[in-house]
């Protein structure tokens, strides 16, 4: 599972690929900052890494 350090404590918060399209508000099991990651305010990121992962794939010739 996917997952991203806290921006507070630096504890791995893991999430759900889904959760992000749904902008839901993830909560450091440490600290209890909440995060929201929201699909909308980073999709040109996601473009960007779906776009060189399939560049990878293709490199790699992976079905």
Do not use: H, V, W
Request: aromatic letters at 4%; hydrophobic letters at 30%.
């Amino acid at each position: 599972m996917p997952s991203i350090p806290c921006p507070n404590c630096k504890t791995q918060i893991e999430f759900d690929l889904k959760d992000i399209l749904n902008s839901k508000n993830f909560t450091c099991t440490t600290c209890n900052i909440k995060i929201t990651l929201s699909y909308e305010d980073n999709k040109a990121a996601l473009k960007n890494a779906k776009e060189k992962l399939d560049e990878l794939k293709d490199k790699l010739d992976i079905d």
